[in-house]
């Protein structure tokens, strides 16, 4: 069941954003070749106490860290640990804000050090262009359908292909709420949910550079990778429709 979210509960969820994106903007800059993911873990904790939030992520039954860290073939969910940055890894930072009794979530992709080819940067280009086009059709009157069929005709357009095992969500009291935000048409267009206001969701952009298929990481019951070990992105922001239009919260 969806639950719509009242113009306050908005604007509570709009400062829960806010607080994140000045997590990000001071994280991400401190993220460099040498580090640990573990060293990122502490450090975004820290800016989310700093910014009188807590973590989103340590609400998860069984999840004991404030952002999943992915690199390279790793798709979402790895939890942070000693393995140790190289320039030209493609890391995944995504990262959530629990504020007054309201999650707001983001992830981002990017190359460390900025060090890569031509080919890495088209493929986090591409990611980054289909989560604008998305958002766009996140509008009251619309359909959900109409976001999905956006983000898969984006991503195979440009020869890519999206792990359709893994969706965008609902957000508000709890992390993950109804509905399903697919990166495909799962179903027709028009027998998606006509977006309303009040609804917030976490729209995703999860992606690959050759397979759609996933897998869980040997020892590692939380981090799924690409099946075939092609680079994968994550690109996400939390969206709320509102009367008066749509809101980027992150």
């Known amino acids: 069941m969806i639950k719509y979210k009242t113009e306050q509960e908005i604007e509570v969820m709009t400062e829960a954003g806010r607080r994140l994106k000045k997590v990000v903007e001071k994280l991400l800059p401190q993220i460099k070749a040498g580090m640990s ?28 860290w404030s952002t999943c860290l992915t690199i390279n073939e790793q798709v979402v969910h790895t939890p942070p640990s000693k393995r140790i940055l190289k320039a030209g890894d493609v890391l995944t ?6 504020y007054r009794g309201f999650h ?35 509008i ?36 993950h709420e109804d509905p399903y935000v697919f990166g495909y048409n799962e179903r027709p267009v028009e027998k998606t949910i006509v977006i309303k206001p009040g609804l917030v969701i976490a729209i995703e952009i999860i992606y690959s550079m050759g397979t759609e298929e996933i897998a869980y990481e040997k020892g590692d019951s939380w981090s799924i990778v690409t099946a075939d070990g092609s680079l994968s992105a994550c690109f996400e922001h939390t969206v709320a429709i509102t009367k008066h239009g749509t809101r980027v919260l992150t």
């Open 37 to 64: 993911t573990l060293e990122i873990d502490r450090e975004a904790e820290r800016l989310i106490v700093e910014e009188g939030g807590q973590s989103s992520f340590k609400k998860v039954n069984g999840y004991h």
């Open 93 to 98: 930072v995504d990262i959530g804000l629990f």
């Open 104 to 138: 707001s979530d983001y992830s981002t992709t990017f190359i460390v050090d900025g060090k890569s080819d031509a080919k890495t940067e088209k493929f986090l280009k591409v990611g980054e262009e289909t989560l604008e086009k998305a958002i766009k059709k996140a």
């Open 140 to 175: 009251a009157g619309r359909r959900i359908g109409e976001i999905s069929d956006t983000i898969g005709k984006n991503i195979y357009g440009h020869g890519y292909f999206i792990m359709k095992d893994l969706t965008g969500h609902g957000i508000g009291r709890e992390l």
